[in-house]
T-cell receptor
Framework: GAGVSQTPSNKVTEKGKYVELRCDPI?????LYWYRQSLGQGPEFLIY????????DSGLPNDRFFAVRPEGSVSTLKIQRTERGDSAVYLC?????????????FGEGSRLTVL | GESVGLHLPTLSVQEGDNSIINCAYS??????FIWYKQESGKGPQFIID?????DKRQGQRVTVLLNKTVKHLSLQIAATQPGDSAVYFC??????????FGKGTSLLVTP
């Protein structure tokens, strides 16, 4: 499809395990974002990529979280030693460039459940 | 600090009526506000935006009003339809790229 694609749509893991979440942005979009949404809350900013580099990773909660975008397209969010508090929907979004309009195109998210 | 919040967590309206969703913000460091709609199981979808040099902006069936004096933002949906049922978020754009979302208002359209 033409939209932002995220896999897996659902991931259940055990506390302490390692998890990778993948995002395939809209073709041609140079800006890519990760957000985290807890139940009943609005999305929270995690990290922003412009091309291959992380322009702002100030929203990552701690050093267990890391994200890459090696070729400036697909991005992977990596979570080490998962904790129950990491359970949330992880949303990826992309835009043509650093947004002038605030119009981001979001994927449907990856729901992570840590048991 | 900056925050974006909503007055009511839920709103129920009858099909065909107009809906008004409100949002308050704590300061005006950012000059750009955006409304997003999120249907169940989906990611947020852009609806409309407004900059602080404007008081009003209209789209298709939607109008956003910005009152900088009282730091208040509203989204008006005309002739609300069942497909409008969703959670609506107001958001502020910080640093030119990071969206700061409020908690959201759940809109339920009844027949």
């Amino acid at each position: 499809g033409a939209g932002v694609s995220q896999t897996p749509s659902n991931k259940v893991t055990e506390k302490g395990k390692y998890v990778e979440l993948r995002c395939d942005p809209i073709s041609g979009h140079t800006a890519l974002y990760w957000y985290r949404q807890s139940l009943g809350q609005g999305p929270e900013f995690l990290i922003y990529f412009q091309g291959t580099g992380a322009a702002d990773d100030s929203g990552l909660p701690n050093d267990r979280f890391f994200a890459v975008r090696p070729e400036g397209s697909v991005s992977t969010l990596k979570i080490q030693r998962t904790e129950r508090g990491d359970s949330a929907v992880y949303l990826c979004a992309s835009s043509i460039d650093r947004p002038n309009t605030g119009e981001l195109f979001f994927g449907e998210g990856s729901r992570l459940t840590v048991l | 600090g900056e925050s974006v919040g909503l007055h009511l967590p839920t709103l129920s309206v009858q099909e065909g009526d107009n809906s008004i969703i409100n949002c308050a913000y704590s300061n005006s460091a950012s000059d750009y506000f955006i409304w997003y709609k999120q249907e169940s199981g989906k990611g947020p979808q852009f609806i409309i935006d407004i900059r602080s040099n404007m008081d009003k902006r209209q789209g298709q069936r939607v109008t956003v009003l910005l009152n900088k004096t009282v730091k208040h933002l509203s989204l008006q949906i005309a002739a609300t339809q069942p497909g409008d049922s969703a959670v609506y978020f107001c958001a502020r754009l910080n640093s030119g790229y990071a969206l700061n979302f409020g908690k959201g208002t759940s809109l339920l359209v009844t027949p």
